[in-house]
Each structure stands twice: as C-alpha cells, then as structure tokens.
C-alpha cells in the first residue's frame, strides 16, 4: 500500500506524479470524438427494442408467471385445502381457509385460497407440491395494480385466470 513511518504504524500514501494536460486534453476534444465513435457504432446495429403493449414479448416455454386454479370436469374447484402449497411456499405468500366439501369426492375445499402475487418469488414450489394439480403458474406477466390490495388474488380471480388459460395448458411438471 504505501511505505511505513518509523515513528508510528500508520501507513503514508505514495506520492504520484501529478498528470500535466496539454492543449487538446484540456478541449476534451478526445473524449468528445471517442464518445461520438461510440454512438455512431451502436447506431447502425439492429435494435431489440418492441412497442409494448401492442407487441408481446415472446417468453421461455419454463416461464412461470401469474398463477391459476384449475377447475375439474364439473367446473369445480380442484383445489382439496391439504395446506401443502401453504406450508411449501417459501415466500409465505398463500393464504388458505379449508372447509367441509358439500361433494361426497373428497373430505375439504377451500373456502378462501388467497395469493399476494407481490410477496411471490415464483419458485414453483406450489405447483410442486400440489397433489391434485390444482395450482399452476401461467405464461402471464403482464399484472398490473394501482394498490397492493389489487395484486392479491383470491379464489374468484384465480379460476378467472383458468378460464382465460385453459386453452393454453399448464406447464408439464416433467419436460
């Protein structure tokens, strides 16, 4: 780093030769040119740039955007309340309430099935851990919200996903 002071233990900084600018550094004028060369190097090369929303960005088929709850075949929710998805979710983000299934098929139901889509990290680890498939992340990720309240999605907003989705199929856990 620099020599030691006999007298104390502190190091002393190491004298530089201070830089003498001549008459064209002083102008900048190098800079200057150098800064241009770059703009006009970059200028001609092919652009990336979309005009969203009119264009959508294509996204990787392993993309894991907003979530969904499938239905069954009777249009009923897939989701049996086994918390797994809750208990899973390192983000603490799923917020559910299990009751008494009024169908003879299966023993509970969610009652409420809330996601805070801002507090997500979009792991995967829900759609992991669900027995029934019930929970699937979607290829969307445009979401948008004027408060935090908007960004949580309940059960409603969840098979609304499915029925704009279902068409499009989930993505398959083993590819």
Not at 42 to 49: M, N, Q
Not at 91 to 117: L, M, Q
Request: one cysteine or more; a neutral charge; glycine letters at 6%.
């Amino acid at each position: 780093m620099g020599e030691r002071n006999e007298s104390s233990e502190k190091p002393v900084a190491a004298k530089r030769e201070a830089y003498e600018m001549n008459f064209l550094d002083r102008l900048y004028l190098p800079a200057l040119l150098k800064g241009l060369a770059t703009t006009f190097r970059h200028l001609f090369e092919k652009k990336f740039t979309i005009q969203y929303p009119e264009e959508k960005r294509e996204v990787a088929p392993r993309y894991r955007g907003l979530h969904r709850l499938n239905k069954d075949e009777l249009g009923r929710v897939k989701c049996v309340a086994c918390f797994l998805c809750s208990t899973l979710c390192p983000a603490r983000c799923i917020y559910i309430v299990g009751a008494e299934a009024p169908w003879p098929d299966r023993e509970k139901y969610p009652v409420r099935f809330d996601i805070d889509e801002l507090r997500c990290i979009y792991c995967g680890m829900c759609e992991e851990a669900c027995p029934e498939e019930a929970i699937e992340l979607t290829r969307i990720y445009n979401m948008v919200g004027n408060t935090r309240r908007e960004l949580i999605y309940n059960k409603e907003m969840l098979m609304e996903v499915y029925d704009r989705t279902k068409d499009e199929g989930g993505m398959k856990k083993w590819d």
